[in-house]
């Protein structure tokens, strides 16, 4: 069942100017309850556009988003809950932070949904926990952390305010690898966890098919093609020519397969090991 249907969907700026643009045109997208998906395509497609409609962070020319079937610009005094049920993170969201504690950070928004003090400490701990901040920072000032330690700080002030979609916008942007298996790691097991949706935007190949189990492809402003992560980086040529590329790992299996093997293609590194030790297995066997 679809959490979040978008119909027709179409953003313009700066209308009626020598600098009118279409941002976003014709969109139709249906999101299920408990998926991840990921939104690809090259700067300027209109991926971060698309996903600042799904919480009415921006409102639409045409067309219309759906959050559980209704309508969320439907009653505009609702869409403030909207923005708590669809949880939005920013790029870089650690700039974000400016509280004295890390506690007081994770429960900004708790604190304005109007909750109890119980309420807010037991989602802060919550929160920490899906993110392992240990509880020992929550008395810390969040100036004092780690580049990759404050994005969990400011991510885990969205998952407080218990959110049905996390939608997440470039999340390992500027971490190294480390950092970034270590965040998608978190953000994977908090999905297995919860069965919540969640939703993000990466130039990352490399996590898109780690991560992902459908992959939304954006180009000038439109939904190219969509679909498994085998269905879309088997196309490696048609995401070349938007701009996009595939896994590292799918490039050497390729290049393999040129030179006269018959190699299965895989996405991720684990894949490539896993059928790597299969064929010595198979060999060691004969």
């Not at 997208?29 to 600042?52: C, M, P, R, Y």
């Not at 219309?64 to 669809?86: H, L, Q």
């Not at 304005?112 to 810390?140: C, H, Q, W």
């Not at 991510?155 to 480390?178: F, H, N, Q, R, S």
């Amino acid at each position: 069942m679809s959490i979040l249907e978008i119909e027709n969907l179409t953003h313009i700026y700066s209308k009626k100017t020598p600098f009118e643009h279409i941002a976003i045109k014709d969109i139709n997208l249906n999101i299920d309850k408990g998926e991840i998906v990921a939104i690809i395509g090259h700067t300027g497609s209109g991926k971060s556009t698309l996903i600042q409609h799904m919480n009415g962070l921006f409102k639409a020319d045409r067309g219309t988003v759906y959050y559980n079937g209704s309508d969320i610009w439907e009653n505009k005094k609702n869409i403030r809950n909207i923005r708590f049920k669809i949880g939005l993170c920013f790029q870089y969201p650690e700039y974000q932070l400016f509280e004295e504690t890390v506690y007081k950070d994770i429960a900004f928004g708790p604190k304005n949904m109007g909750l109890s003090e119980d309420e807010i400490k037991k989602r802060v701990f919550t929160a920490a926990k899906y993110m392992e901040i240990p509880k020992e920072y929550l008395n810390m000032s969040p100036f004092d952390l780690s580049g990759g330690e404050k994005r969990r700080v400011a991510m885990a002030g969205i998952l407080a305010v218990d959110p049905d979609i996390l939608v997440l916008d470039e999340p390992t942007a500027g971490l190294d690898p480390k950092g970034r298996a270590t965040l998608f790691s978190i953000i994977t097991n908090y999905q297995k966890q919860t069965g919540k949706t969640v939703i993000f935007v990466s130039h990352s190949m490399e996590d898109v098919a780690k991560v992902a189990q459908r992959v939304v492809v954006i180009a000038n402003g439109s939904i190219a093609m969509q679909g498994s992560v085998e269905e879309i980086f088997s196309k490696a040529d048609e995401l070349l020519e938007m701009g996009l590329s595939i896994p590292e790992i799918t490039k050497v299996f390729i290049k393999l397969n040129e030179n006269g093997h018959n190699f299965k293609l895989v996405y991720t590194v684990d894949d490539a090991l896993n059928q790597l030790r299969s064929i010595t297995e198979v060999r060691d066997n004969e």
